[in-house]
């Protein structure tokens, strides 16, 4: 097969197109780590989670949370996700 003939494989501007999009999606997306990150050190100060203002609006709330655990919540492009902490990874659907 000629370079030619496999043009239609790849095409630059759409690799451009996709990485332009994950950098919108992360400018515009509220992050679960980085909240999680600003509860951690709430806690260390506090010596909870309880009361801890997560700041993300309508897309990014602090569901549930106690002296010990929380839960966050994170509304996108890509639908509901929710971390569950500490230690935990973003998960689809919203907190039990």
Known sequence: MA???CGHLWHPGRAVERA??????????????????????????????????VGGGLQLRLRWANATAYCLESVGVDGVQHLLGPGGSPAPGPCA
């Not at 980085?34 to 506090?46: D, I």
């Open 3 to 5: 370079l030619g003939d």
């Open 20 to 53: 332009q999009a994950a950098v919108v999606q992360a400018l515009t997306e509220p992050s679960l780590a980085g909240a999680a990150l600003s509860l951690e050190r709430y806690r260390a100060l506090s010596g909870t989670y309880a009361d801890a203002d």
